[in-house]
């Protein structure tokens, strides 16, 4: 699907795995949609157009007991007061930039910056907040919800004007997969995720200490005490993040905000992560064509503040290219030039055991 430059509302029930409704309206008076989407097995995927946000992933137990297994909200009201991404698509540039700025050409560019002077998840007005105009696709592969937005020039600091897209696909064999495109009018940088708390027991009422976690990943970003990346890696072996063996999270599900580096990352997907649960026996394989995996268990939700959920609720598994990389030429390069697409590919395998 080509990136669409309109963001005005189209709505559509063309197909019976398909449906749409209005979720809301912003204060603005935007109405937003609702997309649902499911595949043979049950399997049910909805998302939102603000924030491209999906609202519910609903999978079976190994008793067949079927709840969403991610943190979401029941209004858009709550969607426009959250600070916390609540299943939501990061851009322009996922992760924190050092003192918001970063040279190119021998030029400064100055950005938001919303978090200890830095700059994070694209500032405050990012692709959290934006209406994405979307859309339900389908063919023989399966279903899909695509969403696409134009972030005018200047949208966070960031030179030029992007065009993006996103699209989540539910296939038959139980696999979702998530594409994000964009193309820029001027050099620009580009780091996109996707900010999904999972709580495998659909309960998010209790913390994820108990979920095992496994990462491909012999290593581990450096952090400086802003949580930025330093450039260097540190090794997990021998540390609280070695999740090179599957282990159940524990007190990892207090502090875990951290950046770990793919075993094998390069051309095509590769095994990421396995996240799994063993008293309901779902269990999530991660498979990504991106270089790093940001872990986060929600150490910041508020205990029933703000942001409505019990601290460590969920657990974000954002495949994306390293944070701060425009100011480090030793990370994988998150520079996009005009006539250049950026492209960036995850898959989800949802099974029981």
């Not at 991106?290 to 872990?295: A, D, G, I, N, T």
């Amino acid at each position: 699907m080509s990136i669409v430059e309109s963001n005005e509302l189209r709505m559509q029930r063309d197909r019976p795995e398909q449906s749409t409704r209005i979720f809301g309206a912003t204060r603005s008076g935007a109405p937003v949609a609702e997309f649902a989407i499911s595949n043979k097995n049950g399997l049910e995927l909805r998302a939102i157009e603000y924030g491209a946000s999906i609202t519910s992933i609903r999978t079976p137990d190994r008793a067949g007991r079927r709840r969403n297994i991610v943190l979401s909200y029941e209004t858009l009201e709550e969607y426009e007061r959250c600070s916390h991404y609540i299943g939501a698509v990061v851009g322009r540039f996922a992760g924190r930039i050092r003192n918001g700025e970063y040279e190119d050409n021998g030029s400064v560019v100055r950005l938001d910056r919303n978090e200890n002077g830095n700059h994070l998840h694209s500032g405050v007005e990012g692709f959290h907040k934006t209406v994405w105009r979307g859309e339900a696709l389908g063919d023989a592969a399966g279903e899909a919800i695509a969403f696409s937005c134009v972030s005018p020039a200047g949208a966070g600091g960031f030179p030029g004007e992007l065009k993006a897209t996103v699209r989540y696909r539910l296939s038959n064999d139980d696999i979702m997969t998530t594409e994000f495109e964009a193309e820029c009018d001027a050099v620009t940088h580009v780091n996109m995720t996707h900010h999904a708390y999972f709580n495998l027991a659909g309960a998010p009422f209790f913390s994820v200490g108990g979920h095992e976690l496994e990462i491909c990943a012999d290593n581990r970003l450096a952090l400086d005490r802003d949580a930025v990346p330093t450039g260097e890696y540190i090794g997990v072996a021998q540390s609280d993040f070695d999740f090179r063996k599957r282990r159940v999270l524990g007190e990892a599900a207090e502090w875990l905000d951290h950046d770990f580096v793919l075993a094998d990352f390069g051309d095509g997907l590769q095994q990421a992560a396995t996240l799994r649960h063993a008293l309901s026996g779902r269990r999530i394989d991660v498979s990504t064509d991106q270089p790093s995996l940001h872990v986060y268990t929600g150490g910041k939700l508020e205990n029933g503040g703000k942001s409505g959920f019990s601290r460590s609720a969920g657990i974000c598994l954002e495949t994306q290219k390293f944070p701060n990389a425009p100011n480090i030429p030793r990370f994988p390069s998150t520079r996009l030039e005009p006539g250049d697409v950026y492209r960036h590919r995850t898959q989800l395998s949802f099974t029981t055991e």
